[in-house]
């Protein structure tokens, strides 16, 4: 049993050690089938999803899935710190629990307790190591405890920089393609005088944003789990809008900015892909179709009469098509997986910009307008 002991708690400190370096450290999508870290998430996202899905009212459900990311961080920088404790207090169980307590109390628990303490570099002396084995350990542990609370300094403030960084381009679309973002909008309000120019740097912004976000969320895959503030955008309905826009200009607006729209489709279906690879999201087809043909005719319409014109014929709707299943089928298992809505092609007429709208209107007893975000934490 102390070899067993022994094996056990080596392997799960060297475990959780590869398993951190993984997640916080190594700048890359880790390929190998099995990781404590995606079983945590996997394990704990579904029940989560039910659990919300099943018990609260439409109208509190997207606040309480917000919350998922944040407190999921925290539950994991825990069940790391509990699996290293105990890690050590197995080897010291192992080793003849070689403490000297004030009460003479021994067993496994007093080496659980030795291992918290010392994990945590509290230095409480009630439990002393007696041999010079049991003093290393102590000493090595007390060493992970420091790098362990350095990890979580170093680690939450690259986060919160990177989620901000997603967020900024996420709001600057409010304006420029309407709550939620969607591609009619977008060619609509770039139908001034010059707009195609403007277009045109807002889909370089796009590409280099879909560039940051994939290494971003390829090294810390947490932040996909993170909400942005209003309820009507995400990053997946941000990217998706941005898609739809790139494929009807490819598929053939006239005068439009054709080579942008390529280079900016080509990373945001890169960025959409390999974070389905990371979330284990296989491509599904949709249940109902996003843009069916009465729907392309309204689109074509809304166009024409703001001075964007789509070419007509076969070619066109074969090109867009093929476009669009370069990369639908993935956003929508990403949208099912993260239950996230995805934006329409065309948005309708009721729908007001988010900073059209205010936290507090007088409706009477001053109650939070519907729809136009949180404003629970302020």
Request: with cysteine; aromatic share 12%; hydrophobic share 45%.
């Amino acid at each position: 049993m102390a070899i067993i002991a022994i094996i056990a708690g080596v392997a799960m400190i060297l475990l959780v050690l590869w398993e951190g370096f993984e997640t916080v450290v190594l700048p890359r999508r880790v390929t190998r089938r099995f990781r404590l870290t995606r079983f945590f998430y996997r394990s704990s996202w579904r029940p989560w999803v039910k659990m919300v899905t099943h018990l609260l009212p439409a109208r509190q459900r997207e606040t309480w899935l917000s919350c998922f990311g944040p407190l999921s961080l925290l539950l994991l920088l825990g069940f790391w710190a509990f699996g290293l404790i105990c890690g050590f207090a197995l080897i010291h169980w192992a080793l003849g629990s070689a403490m000297l307590t004030m009460d003479g109390s021994s067993g496994f628990l007093t080496d659980l307790y030795l291992s918290g303490t010392t994990f945590f570099t509290l230095g409480l002396g009630d439990v002393l190591p007696r041999t010079s084995l049991a003093r290393l350990l102590v000493v090595v542990e007390s060493g992970m405890g420091f790098a362990f609370l350095a990890l979580i300094i170093g680690y939450l403030p690259a986060l919160n920089q990177s989620f901000a960084r997603r967020e900024v381009s996420i709001s600057l679309l409010d304006a420029r393609a309407g709550s939620p973002p969607t591609a009619s909008e977008m060619l609509r309000r770039h139908g001034y005088e010059r707009g195609k120019e403007a277009l045109r740097q807002l889909l370089f912004e796009w590409e280099r944003w879909s560039a940051e976000f994939l290494e971003g969320h390829l090294s810390y895959p947490v932040l996909a789990y993170f909400r942005s503030q209003h309820d009507n955008q995400s990053w997946l309905g941000s990217l998706t809008a941005i898609l739809d826009t790139c494929a009807l200009i490819m598929a053939g607006l006239e005068g439009a900015c054709e080579r942008q729209a390529e280079l900016t489709f080509a990373m945001a279906r890169h960025a959409v892909v390999d974070l389905s690879l990371v979330f284990r999201t296989g491509p599904r087809e949709p249940g109902t179709d996003r843009l069916p043909p009465e729907r392309l005719a309204e689109l074509r319409l809304l166009l024409a009469d703001n001075g964007q014109k789509l070419r007509e014929g076969e070619a066109f709707d074969r090109k867009l098509w093929e476009l669009r299943l370069l990369y639908e089928p993935y956003v929508h298992a990403l949208a099912t997986h993260f239950q996230v809505r995805l934006p329409p092609w065309l948005a309708k007429e009721s729908w007001a910009d988010n900073w059209r709208g205010s936290f507090w209107e007088q409706t009477g007893k001053g109650r939070r307008a519907a729809g136009k975000g949180r404003a629970d934490h302020f």
